[in-house]
């Protein structure tokens, strides 16, 4: 039997009936969590303007079926930074995934394993990055938050580098995150047991003190923001390539290129960064363009089906992330939850593929795709 498929070694429950498409686990998920956990993984921040852009920006295209075309051979391997990978989709730094099941990233650490999937583990995981490690396959990637004190920083970094993690994906977009209006009005509370992991040996920094004229935001929330003096330091501090989450402005795109990262994600941290700010999709051909042919570039956002994902690998995406679908995915039905809807995303993408008469993944251009009139 194909490894990727081996989901029968994953020591969970069932697959519920009614799970036809990957979409269906985000269906099935108020079933499996409770109202106010529901509301923080699907809220973003703010009116959840911005998750929902994501969404419906898929919806503004159409694939355009061909003939008489030749799949028989067709494929979805590609080379990702330094990785033989059966699919182009990965599974999103997802933090405090105890909020969906018990055995949290290490469940979906299993799932990735057994069908061979990249798994990117975020700082903010409820496992620590060891476990994640012990439970993942070798295509594995560690999300990394610059902690106020540089140390802390480097002691993740190195811990990273001794647990095989092959990549830095740093994300930069992330030093404010205002609450969803939903996860409030749901009366959320973030749970006792769903603490960072990784970071329990380091304490937080002390509150600011600020004065009268001084801003909760300037000087209080965006004090130990990154900045370009931060990556500079990040990149010579390890030999791992470092990719950068949190890209939308081509300016941003063409420097970050400039500076040596490996890679660029696409990407507005779901919604829960800045409400408001424009869908991830739409962004996507202005950063491929400013970045040029043959430069990774990945999309983070709102994909919920193989079609999705086809959509964004016409518009510029050598691969995608799944993040909320994730976890929806996880609270059915743990580790298997994950692989199965894996297994159904990737078959989506093969059919969307067959039909469009592209075999290989560098079959799919803009050509594919046509413009969709509102319904």
Not at 231 to 244: F, H, K, N, S
Not at 296 to 312: N, Q, T, Y
Request: include cysteine; glycine fraction near 8%; hydrophobic fraction near 45%.
């Amino acid at each position: 039997m194909d490894k990727r498929w081996q989901l029968s070694n994953l020591m969970t429950p069932h697959i519920p009936a009614g799970v036809w498409n990957a979409i269906d686990y985000e269906r099935l998920a108020p079933q499996h969590m409770d109202a106010g956990r529901l509301a923080y993984v699907a809220g973003g921040c703010g009116w959840d303007r911005t998750v929902a852009a994501n969404c419906a920006a898929f919806a503004a295209w159409a694939i355009v079926p061909r003939l008489l075309r030749d799949v028989r051979g067709g494929h979805t391997r590609l080379t990702l930074g330094g990785l033989d990978l059966p699919h182009p989709l990965l599974l999103a730094p997802v933090a405090h995934q105890r909020l969906a099941h018990s055995e949290a990233e290490v469940a979906t650490a299993r799932a990735a394993q057994a069908t061979g999937t990249c798994l990117v583990a975020s700082t903010l995981s409820s496992c620590t990055l060891e476990a994640i490690a012990g439970a993942a396959g070798p295509a594995r990637w560690f999300q990394l938050y610059l902690q106020p004190e540089r140390e802390h920083t480097l002691a993740l970094l190195r811990r990273a580098e001794a647990a095989g993690y092959r990549a830095i994906v740093l994300t930069l977009d992330a030093s404010i995150q205002l609450a969803s209006r939903s996860a409030l009005q749901a009366g959320f509370v973030m749970p006792a047991d769903c603490t960072p992991a990784n970071l329990a040996a380091y304490p937080p920094p002390a509150p600011p003190v600020l004065g009268a004229d001084d801003s909760r935001i300037f000087q209080g929330a965006m004090r130990h923001a990154p900045t370009w003096d931060d990556l500079r330091w990040l990149l010579g501090e390890t030999r791992l390539p470092v990719w950068i989450k949190g890209v939308m402005h081509s300016d941003d795109a063409r420097a970050l290129q400039a500076a040596g990262a490996a890679g660029l994600i696409v990407s507005n941290h779901g919604g829960r960064s800045l409400d408001g700010a424009p869908a991830s999709l739409h962004r996507l051909p202005a950063v491929r363009a400013a970045v040029g042919e043959g430069y990774p570039v990945l999309l983070d956002g709102g994909v919920r089906s193989g079609a999705d994902a086809f959509k964004a690998l016409a518009l510029g995406a050598d691969a995608v992330l799944i993040g909320r679908l994730q976890m929806y995915a996880l609270a059915v039905a743990g580790a298997l939850g994950v692989a199965h809807m894996v297994q159904l995303l990737t078959e989506e993408l093969h059919a969307c593929m067959a039909q469009a008469g592209c075999a290989q993944l560098c079959d799919i251009t803009p050509n594919c795709l046509t413009p969709q009139p509102p319904c």
